[in-house]
């Protein structure tokens, strides 16, 4: 079984569309995250929700718009798309976010492309 | 502001030994990850230090020094499936990741 899942895994859309990347994981843990990794591959995180709370939002435009129905999941969804956009987006899990020594086990990515 | 270096890319040889630095400039520590993310794939977890000295798994060491604020990722008997990019990564005090843009390894034969 895979721990963290994503769907899709390629987005291709044209600019102004609203789309949303669905995110899954089954190890039970309280903390997910979204990331996105731009050209240059420096992940950036976007969001995280610790028990169905959003506790960090890193300065991202309201366009992106978190939705967690419980804690295995969290999806994202983003309204108006533009060109910048464009990149892979990850999801991660961790048992909780302030017990340092847990890492963060990563979903596939899903990798858009706006047009 | 907050800044994890590292370098763009590295080429080794297989069966060499190779050595990944990173430095951090962060707003607090909780420790620092290294990942391994192969091309079009997602990271995966290589190691965690929060207290200075080496921590050796298997071919993988890593190494902290938080006074220099300074970590390396050692690489022993490189095989050619370790072509990927090494990320190391920083927590913060608010408990955030703080990642670097990863360093390109390329293996030759």
């Known amino acids: 079984d895979t721990a963290v899942s994503q769907t899709p895994k390629y987005l291709v859309t044209q600019m102004g569309n609203d789309k949303s990347i669905k995110c899954e994981q089954n190890l039970g843990h309280d903390t997910m995250y979204w990331y996105k990794q731009d050209s240059k591959k420096f992940l950036k995180i976007m969001f995280s929700y610790n028990n169905k709370e959003l506790i960090i939002n890193e300065t991202v435009p309201n366009r992106f718009s978190p939705k967690s129905p419980d804690k295995a999941h969290l999806n994202l969804h983003i309204n108006s798309l533009e060109l910048g956009d464009s990149a892979v987006y990850f999801c991660a899990s961790s048992q909780e976010l302030a017990r340092v020594t847990d890492t963060q086990y990563f979903g596939p990515g899903t990798r858009l492309t706006v047009l | 502001g907050q800044n994890i270096d590292q370098p763009t890319e590295m080429t080794a040889t297989e069966g060499a030994i190779v050595q990944i630095n990173c430095t951090y400039q962060?707003?607090?520590?909780?420790?620092l990850f290294w990942y391994q993310q192969h091309a079009g794939e997602a990271p995966t977890f290589l190691s965690y230090n929060v207290l200075d000295g080496l921590e050796e798994k298997g071919r993988f060491s890593s190494f902290l020094s938080r006074s220099k604020g300074y970590s390396y990722l050692l690489l022993k008997e490189l095989q050619m499936k370790d072509s990927a990019s090494y990320l190391c990564a920083v927590m913060d005090s608010n408990y955030q990741l703080i990642w670097g843009a990863g360093t390109k390894l390329i293996i030759k034969p």
């Open positions: 962060t707003s607090g520590f909780n420790g």
